[in-house]
């Protein structure tokens, strides 16, 4: 079974694109607007000699009760629990946040 890696940060830091960077083809939608990735997409890739899986999620914000925020901080928390490995993202312009700490 290959290791799994989860990408998971604050909305609209680039999480798809480093998804999609990371699989080498468009698998996920890439838009300015927070809310675009919702559910968990997949996929493979290989990198410095090592074989493995991807997954990209939504925005995480912790504290939002909206019905679409809370369906997809629960899809963060599913692909948290498939993760070998977490790999968080932050916007390097502004830096790391009080919503970037409270996702780590």
Same mark, same amino acid.
């Given at each position: /079974?290959? $290791?799994?890696?989860?990408?998971?940060?604050? $909305?609209?830091?680039?999480?798809? *694109?480093?998804?999609? +960077?990371?699989?080498?083809?468009?698998?996920?939608?890439?838009?300015?607007?927070?809310?675009?990735? +919702?559910?968990?997409?997949?996929?493979?890739?290989?990198? %410095?000699?090592?074989?493995? %899986?991807?997954?990209? *999620?939504?925005?995480?914000? $912790?504290?939002? /009760?909206?019905?679409?925020?809370?369906?997809? +901080?629960?899809?963060?928390?599913?692909?948290?629990?498939?993760?070998?490995?977490?790999?968080?993202?932050?916007?390097?312009?502004?830096?790391?946040? *009080?919503?970037?700490?409270?996702?780590?």
């Amino acid at each position: /079974m290959l $290791p799994v890696v989860s990408i998971v940060g604050r $909305p609209n830091v680039g999480k798809s *694109t480093i998804f999609n +960077r990371l699989i080498g083809k468009r698998k996920a939608i890439v838009h300015d607007e927070y809310g675009v990735t +919702r559910d968990r997409h997949y996929g493979q890739s290989f990198w %410095n000699g090592i074989d493995f %899986n991807v997954i990209d *999620t939504g925005g995480y914000l $912790p504290d939002d /009760m909206d019905v679409m925020v809370v369906g997809i +901080r629960e899809q963060v928390h599913i692909a948290l629990e498939e993760s070998d490995v977490i790999l968080l993202v932050v916007d390097a312009e502004h830096g790391i946040n *009080t919503l970037d700490k409270s996702v780590s």
